[in-house]
């Protein structure tokens, strides 16, 4: 393992970890965010530590394969789920996973939230897909999120939260915004008739137009 890439990561992850602690798309110590370091380590915020008082060596360097870790803080207990992501996606170097209250409201009504969003189909894929309601860090969790997560960049967890994943950590906090934000339009709209979805053939243009042309190409 590359030492000073895992301590750089430690510093993302973070410095991530508080930005969205104030972002208001957690709550106490709920939540929790990693960053992909090589094949086989990531590095992932610790169990039930305040994120206002967290240092960078605090964040905790989890083997994903075996889940061994370093040091004397444990990983999150959903340490798990994110290493079956990482292995299942080679892409991902980034994974949110947040207890936001419009994407917990739809979760808990166990709903999925279609493509009604131009933004949200761009960043996350398409409908945000439901995975089954699980118990929390369990290799069960880890599959229905795996699942969920087919050629998406984020979903829901029934009766718990939500989860995204980005090329970068960046692009996955990014994600977590724009999949609240979804989750509010998407109750919103149910007041006025409901949200009318985007087509597929507009879906595969902006998802494609973000991930290959977006931006200072």
Request: glycine residues 8%; negative net charge; aromatic residues 6%.
């Amino acid at each position: 393992m590359n030492r000073e890439k895992a301590k750089l990561m430690q510093t993302e992850v973070c410095n991530t970890a508080l930005e969205m602690y104030h972002s208001g798309l957690v709550a106490g110590t709920w939540g929790n965010i990693s960053g992909r370091v090589d094949d086989e380590h990531m590095v992932i915020t610790p169990s039930g530590m305040d994120y206002e008082r967290l240092a960078a060596e605090e964040m905790v360097i989890v083997n994903m394969k075996t889940l061994a870790y370093e040091g004397s803080l444990k990983p999150s207990v959903e340490a798990v789920v994110h290493a079956a992501i990482y292995l299942d996606r080679p892409e991902v170097n980034g994974i949110m996973h947040t207890h936001s209250t419009y994407a917990l409201t739809v979760a808990a009504a166990r709903k999925s939230i279609p493509p009604i969003c131009d933004d949200q189909v761009q960043i996350l894929g398409g409908d945000v897909r439901l995975a089954a309601y699980t118990m929390p860090g369990t290799k069960e969790m880890a599959e229905a999120v795996v699942g969920a997560l087919k050629c998406r960049a984020g979903a829901l967890i029934a009766n718990h939260g939500a989860i995204t994943v980005g090329r970068t950590l960046p692009e996955a906090y990014v994600g977590s915004q724009v999949l609240e934000k979804a989750a509010m339009v998407y109750i919103n709209s149910q007041s006025i008739g409901g949200g009318v979805e985007i087509s597929q053939e507009d879906i595969d243009f902006f998802h494609d137009f973000f991930l290959n042309k977006y931006g200072q190409r």
